[in-house]
């Protein structure tokens, strides 16, 4: 015979197995078991606390919680599809163990706010561990920085070759794109930081409970200002899935960059074989697949942001069943986030510029244009003008299929009149960098700057 | 010491664990199993006819093949993730098997052609059954529509009563959204009837190969046209979790009235007990869960849509590993819909509509004002002016607290002489339902009408 | 004939008409020409305190560009699509007006640098705007809270009722869901508050300059790092969206409560009629339009939201022309936003919660089941035994048609011997409201806290 | 003193201004106009047929309504915010014009399928345009294709080069992509050529109309089977976006992939200036800037395919006034949509395939392994083997930095003895495309079948 749900006593009949397939959560939820049994165990202490049960009862249950958080810990308790979530199944498993005293343990609580403490004290801890990846992820970016600080690659806009930079300030570009994220995560982590458990089914319980005595207890800082709010808002959800959709969408660009800079046609870089793989059919073929697939998990991640907010658009007020989806959406985008920076970390650790093909590629790009420009300019021809004169050099050099580096002083001088000698200067990369004094520019001194203050960012708390 | 790659040819180091947790496919893509021995039985069956291999070495590779196919139907077969993906875990054991014969297999196929022709053959599968678990919903509505024929509701737009109308006009219009959906995965099904599989790496290959007799032995109809298009398109993924977002569309709407139904202020229908369940803390609750979680799944679902067009988006030409992540949305989207539909079903077989006090309700409503006013307009009043009439009407009775029903002859008077004693008939749900007679209109003719037109659509292939 | 492009030196043939139109952006981004101006004018301050050039030619640069910014905010300034953007109309008027002169405006400076910094400026007084509506809704909150701390309604989970609270506290949720949007709006103001200009296309400039000069003169407190990330980034257009998202998302659950409120069954709220619309139809129709347009708009935010984060997934490095679309989803997404607080706050000022009414409905709902557990567990009957007799004495309340109230001592007795005379205090919503004495629950106490709290908040800058 | 609006009997006060702003949608359903005159006239044919309204009224208000046409076509109609919608404009123009007979326009029907009515009308004429558009382009494809058939490419996976094929064979790869986008238009036709008019505000109309007479009328083929699901659905604009989203994916691809072959590193491709852009500050560029607006502008069409299911998504039954953000939707996406087509067909008329360049990348490529493995397997060597033979070769080749084609016999022969003298062809771009036999392959003849067939497709109506 089927057993009696813990909430059965104003039904006539059980719910359908069918149903129970359909509304089951703990296959999922029960990652977080560990959080909900050491919120019961705060619940306890401070429901004696407070004289709300007694100092006997509340140790039989601590005892009887204690032994199925060890259960768990060695992953020897079973879940049970028909207690539908995790709350049931430890509160059942429990009342099991302990006997009757057990029911004592729901007083002034419901499932509504405890998912909530649960996912926050599940949360924190994700959330720390991906700002330690991120920065594991940016200590490398400044170690790349710092190593190949004299490699020179053109810079892109349209992905036409712009102007000269060093790799270094390339790769720093991301170290602030990746700090940004950091603080998304950061502002996360002070929104699971409010104690949600307390207010029972979303309007408070009928008992003097001492709800910052449980924030203490767990490690929260604050205690939520209102219970209905508690129960029906799932802010921090969505902020954590937006953090991740932002620092994924940073990866795609970098994966991206580093998948043309892959090709056979480009050769800007050799990826260590150990982070390729090959084709069942090509023997020639060794591809950048990581690099595709954090560009492609990106796709998923978005997917999952803009489930929870269709999810939430136009949900009545406070609890529905609608925000059980919240879990899966969250769960997989920390098991797809992780990964995704670990291996990137390996990966850009495992990577070579091939130096001398860049050099080589740089050659035909017409990359010093805007430094001939300046250097008219600073002949006292106004910008506008200076920047028609050296189109017409580039359109001239693709004409006659030369490179700047072709063409002599008296063929140059029939374009400006003004241009002398000291255009030979300008010829050449390394002086195209170390013009750039301007602040946050490419020069070797700015790019150290960078490179000392991203460090003094990266030991911040 | 750790096994060499199938296509480590080229390779001095092997992937490292990393990489293989991160690229592996088999945990998913293991679903697929039966079909890609399927296909690659048809695939040695065509290199024998073609003579590509010989009548020997065919046979013990089908056989291996045989061997594994039973393996797999019975669950024994072990999937190891270090063989990446479903296609390779076959090979190999292949090859364990019937030894360096089973090395042939591959020949004038890739990976690339291979899954496409996989995911076809198990999307035909799925299509057909979610075909029928539409159907099954449909003539459920189609039994309640008849049985419920004479139950009036209120009609509403804006969420406020509109007009009377029969339940059965209201579930009908269910039944025409659904076969909408129908017609989409019908289309889908088309687009998954054209093999992939022949076309190699993405150019063909240098065989003499029959993709017609695949094509033949494995039920498609059509043969792909170009070999790069062939590996690189997945619109007939996309166009399957859009097929799923609109009917889950469809039934999200059908949720929300069915909970707004369900309410203590509403009370239109009641759910049987084992579709509904209680509340942890509150013992008074009964609440429609399922309603709610077929609402939110469509979050999901969106959120999967979203996810494969964002990876499309701007992805370079032929095959990507970022494709690899269209087999997890599919899946997912797979296994939310077709429960969706099944429980719906279920669920709908065990509501009762409450229509006594649908009755109720309806009389605060002054649901037959458009009925006034178009008996105005056969008093040859314009529209426009009988609308404005009745409007009159309606704001007295509510700065009056009236219904229609308690106005005399002689106040309704008072607002055009026109109005006669014949405005009795008027004030009756079924005599409003029964004007409708414009096609389409909710008349029990009419609905009826669209009852007979359903069953005829139902029937078809 | 037609005009030579600013850009033009190096090519042959000028665009085509088709390419202009396809290309220009002048039609939307010539909201921010006051601001483009206005930066200019920094930059020619910088430019001249620097010697970059001479004071004369910056003085008429600066006429030039005060006359032009005289037109722009009189409505006068003719923008051409010819001349592409805000930029080049601009910077093509002045040199006609100043002559040659005003050909040096662009020393130092490119495009992607100047579209940054514009929108920036654009967004700090934008962003402050709707930080403020914020504010003036969440007054309006408190006011209503404060105006109708007495009235009692059910509130709701699965949109089932579930207990008694105060409408106000109902009404401070959303003024806690509010205030973690104006964090997010004021966290985003933070994020442009760095200035981007100086930067050049993104490699930095061949000048001296000093980008700190020009923050100072433009009021940022920071300047970018790192010039690549700098006109490559978008973070601070999506973070809006997203922003504004959360935002639109609770007016939707709002709305989508009001809504619910509104119709004919639940009837707890009266909207004034200015804030109403009427049917072509239907004379008998008042809908809440309003509510149901914020609800719907929000889609089209979210649509926002995604389309930018998919702009920019998998983009290579740097500036892409992609990027101008983020302009369209800004815009729109301001345009739509700042008219949805507006209108929701007046929509608050005009609604009348109908309390008669709300009491009648609440009647049925069994809402003090909690209640009863509760003083059975002070009986010291376990909570979950608790649970269960209350269940009982729903089921049977349901199938006898009865509520609570109609049921006498001797009969409650069947359910448990322990239940006594002090029961029927229970009985009254407003001792369950006051038994919610939990920090955050609905007791008046509690509330008139929540209320003092928010008043403190909302005085912070 | 305030116009009163149509719908304005029951209403004390009228709407507020800032209601009227934020609720009309004249500013851009205007666009209608045209289709909703149409549609009004077809509907008085209807009513004086049915003999509803006299010959005489039907007259004077077709008189009417022709003039307001008249007045549309030439700009000259002024559009009134105070009238809220394209409909009610037109009415009260009428009304102004004809008298109160023009009061009768509005008999047996309502906004709510007039608005659909004219929807499809307008999406009939839109869609139609826009498959003429995407076989317009593919008309381009297939005449580049037959241009260029001796030209050869690298075909990709990856982004790394695979195996040689024909240019062509790659173009018409997106041939049969657009085709079964132009199918989705087509299967979208259908969806709009059923008449919605005629089911008033969502229940039927009072009076005996003709609803397949004003289908015959306005050339529609069928009529709707139920008012409910009429009124309540916009399943066919969804549908729409969602053809636009697949098509404008596709666009983006082939942009990305011309970006890439535009690289001053692949050089594969020239684009003529005339679709080309220059930049600000550097007088080198010529950028792509049209193929990278293409791809950014995907991102806001899938924006709209988000926001349209989203708005649906748990929307109660029958009209809800959300359903007014589908045209802004929809209007933007025909908007977006168009011109790309238009503007992808100019550009790739207007490059040039650089093939003597083309010919150098694929030097380095190992693009003929495949070609080589499948050598071995003819000599009986099972294809796994033969592939791990040539990994080998090329693992060597990397090493020594070295192309197939500087290895003389003797060093190959070191890899397997079975490789002779005949390996020489092998090493000929063109043997292996010429060997590419299957069906959709790249071989020559296979391409040629392909063109043939695209051409009987296209000439398909």
């Known amino acids: 015979m089927k057993k009696k749900k813990l909430w059965g006593g104003r039904f006539k009949s059980n719910t359908s197995d069918l149903l129970d397939d359909f509304t089951e959560s703990i296959s999922f939820d029960k990652r977080l078991a560990i959080y909900d049994i050491k919120a019961s165990i705060a619940h306890i202490l401070m429901l004696k606390k407070q004289k709300i049960i007694n100092e006997l009862d ?4 601590i005892k009887g ?29 429990l009342i099991h163990t302990v006997g009757n005293i057990g ?49 020179i690659i053109p810079s892109y806009t349209h992905l036409k070759q712009a102007q000269p930079i060093l ?35 979303g309007v408070g319980v009928n008992y003097p409970t001492d709800r910052k005595y449980i924030a203490k207890l767990l490690g929260f800082s604050k205690v939520s200002e209102n219970s209905i709010d508690t129960v029906s808002q799932r802010d921090y959800i969505i902020e954590f899935i937006f953090a991740a959709s932002m620092v994924s969408m940073h ?33 020639n073929k060794k591809n950048p697949d990581i690099l595709e697939l954090i560009r492609g998990r990106t796709a998923k991640i978005y997917g999952n942001l803009m489930g929870m907010l269709t999810l ?58 805007v430094d001939i420009a300046d250097y008219l300019v600073k002949k006292n021809i106004p910008f506008r003008e200076a920047h028609n004169i050296v189109g ?42 170390e013009s750039k004094v301007s602040e946050g520019g490419t020069s070797t001194a700015n790019v150290k700057k960078e490179i000392a203050y991203a460090k003094k960012i990266i030991e911040r708390v």
Request: with cysteine; proline share 2%.
């Open 58 to 61: 509340s140790e039989k249950i």
């Open 65 to 93: 919680l204690s032994k199925i958080l060890n259960l768990v810990q060695k992953n020897k308790f079973h879940f049970d599809k028909f207690y539908e979530d995790v709350h049931l199944n430890i509160e059942n498993y």
């Open 103 to 151: 029911k004592k343990l729901h007083t002034a609580r419901s499932r509504n706010d405890q998912i909530a403490v649960d996912m926050m004290l599940y949360m924190k801890d994700e959330i720390n561990d991906i700002i330690k990846l991120i920065k594991n992820l940016q200590k490398t970016i400044i170690q790349l920085a710092e190593k190949n600080i004299k490699i």
């Open 167 to 201: 790799i270094s300030h390339y790769l720093m570009a991301y170290f602030f794109k990746l700090q940004r994220d950091v603080e998304k995560f950061k502002s996360n982590l002070n929104s699971v930081d409010i104690l949600p458990l307390g207010v029972g089914a």
């Open 251 to 283: 990866l795609s660009r970098l994966s991206e960059d580093l998948i043309i800079w892959n090709t056979d046609e480009f050769k800007f870089i050799e990826i260590d074989d150990a982070f390729t793989t090959g084709s069942s059919i090509m023997p």
């Open 312 to 369: 939430l658009k136009g949900l009545p007020s406070s609890y529905n069943r609608d925000l059980q989806e919240d879990k899966k959406m969250l769960f997989e985008t920390i098991d797809y986030i992780k990964p995704m920076l670990i291996i990137m970390n390996e990966l850009l650790q495992n990577i070579t510029f091939l130096e001398q093909n860049i050099m080589e590629k740089m050659k035909t790009g017409f990359i010093m244009a």
């Open 392 to 433: 017409k050099i580039v359109k001239f050099c693709t004409e006659k299929n030369k490179t700047f580096f072709e063409l002599g002083l008296k063929q140059l001088k029939k374009f400006s009149k003004k241009i002398d000698n000291e255009i030979v200067k300008i010829f050449d990369y390394r002086y195209s960098i």
